[in-house]
């Protein structure tokens, strides 16, 4: 028996009146996702979210049966993972994000010093380059790093700054829920607030007039003049779910969070120039390349950030529907040729504060009947009529020997 879990991250959504009271769920052609929801077991799982800070890898967390509250430090530590940065127990990571800053009703040149007048123009800096990027972040670590405070380089508008001992009670946020509004209440507050606020103020003023963000102006593109500090947490070690369910896995997936997430796991992580440059086909090929040497196969692909934070409602249904075509299609096909395999599909919504996630789980490669026609929408998985399952306990079901 082989087991795979495809996590679709961002695709579940709320009715859209563009889409006449559908979700793009509902509006995508997804017959691969539809076929699993009918072969199999539909409804919705539940992660747990009182008490836990919010962030990217909580909800794989959950799925691999890890109680976030105990678990779930922020994506920071999970990124760190992924890079192969090492930190220690007393060590606090903090996501480090290139950003694009402005004056309210003025040029950025206007800034000397963060605050209520300053607008999050752009939570990516205009999707940056990872070269680019790069080079500010070499910059920055130059100039502000120490033995307390070191900049790691990533991938994009994502890195890293980890504070050796530092103090991990400041209050940080994501940038993308400011996006054109004043940073002003969103900067770090709490123990050890200064010295983030401290380092961001330097940062600027570092990148604000760095010849790469120069080249970039002139090409039309947003400048990277800013980090912002947040997602932060420490390190905590996992118990290897490897050993647990006694299975070889691997982890597919071109996001350092979800990368860290199956290392922290004791899973291996698939190299991601295998993935040509997070290729939807390459995510399958792989995933079942792995499959004839491994028994468990998770499989992490989600929408871009332009597709989920925009305002492009048919973007988002054409992502869903490549999803369904170049992903869930050529894997479950494949699958069907190594025999039998037990899948578990997972969709959750990006700006659900509920917790809940859609979810079709059963088997495939033996002969099975398929149930009423339903599709694999949050309509039909509500109307299963069935309660919502614990993500951190359904990992016990998906690796049942029954």
């Known amino acids: 028996m082989k087991y795979v879990i495809v996590h679709a991250g961002g695709m579940a959504d709320q009715p859209r009146q563009e889409l006449g009271g559908r979700t793009p769920l509902h509006a995508s ?27 990217s890898g909580l909800i794989g967390t959950a799925i691999l049966g890890y109680d976030p509250k105990k678990f779930y430090q922020g994506p920071g530590p999970l990124e760190a993972a992924s890079l192969g940065v090492s930190v220690t127990e007393h060590d606090v990571v903090y996501r480090c994000t290139m950003v694009t800053l402005g004056a309210e009703g003025g040029k950025s040149g206007d ?13 990516t800096a205009g999707l940056i380059e990872t070269e680019d990027a790069r080079e500010l972040i070499d910059a920055i670590n130059e100039q502000l790093g120490s033995e307390t405070i070191q900049f790691y380089p990533g991938v994009g508008h994502r890195h890293l700054m980890v504070w050796v001992n530092g103090k991990p009670r400041a209050v940080c946020n994501d940038p993308q829920k400011i996006l054109g509004q004043s940073i002003a209440d969103a900067l770090p507050t709490g123990d050890g607030a200064d010295t983030l606020r401290k380092l961001m103020d330097a940062a600027y003023l570092i990148l604000r007039d760095h010849p790469v963000n120069d080249d970039r102006l002139a090409a039309g593109k947003k400048p990277a003049n800013c980090v912002w500090l947040w997602g932060e947490g420490r390190a905590v070690m996992w118990p290897r779910l490897v050993e647990k369910y006694d299975i070889a896995g691997v982890i597919v997936a071109t996001s350092d969070v ?11 992580a698939v190299d991601p120039e295998r993935l040509a440059d997070d290729d939807l086909r390459a995510k399958a090929t792989v995933a079942l390349e792995e499959l004839t040497k491994k028994d468990f196969v998770y499989v992490h692909a989600e929408l871009t950030d332009e597709v989920v934070h925009g305002t492009d409602i048919k973007a988002k249904v054409r992502g869903i529907e490549e999803v369904d075509r170049h992903l869930v299609g050529p894997l479950v096909e494949g699958l069907a040729r190594q025999g039998p395999y037990r899948f578990l599909v997972i ?53 049942s020997k029954n």
Not at 358 to 386: C, H, K, P, W
Request: hydrophobic share 40%.
């Open 111 to 123: 800034i000397k010093k963060l605050g209520p007048h300053v607008i999050m123009e752009d939570a």
């Open 258 to 268: 979800y990368r860290g997430v199956g290392i922290s796991a004791g899973l291996e």
């Open 347 to 399: 969709c959750d919504h990006a700006a659900d504060e509920q917790g809940q996630a859609i979810y079709a789980f059963g088997e495939g490669g033996r002969q099975r009947a398929e149930t009423a026609v339903r599709r694999f929408t949050e309509a039909d998985a509500l109307a299963a009529n069935m309660p919502a399952r614990d993500a951190t306990k359904f990992v016990n079901k998906f690796f």
């Open 29 to 55: 052609s997804t017959p691969n996702l539809d076929r699993l929801s009918q072969i199999g077991e539909l409804g919705r799982l539940l992660i747990p979210m009182e008490g836990v800070r919010h962030g």
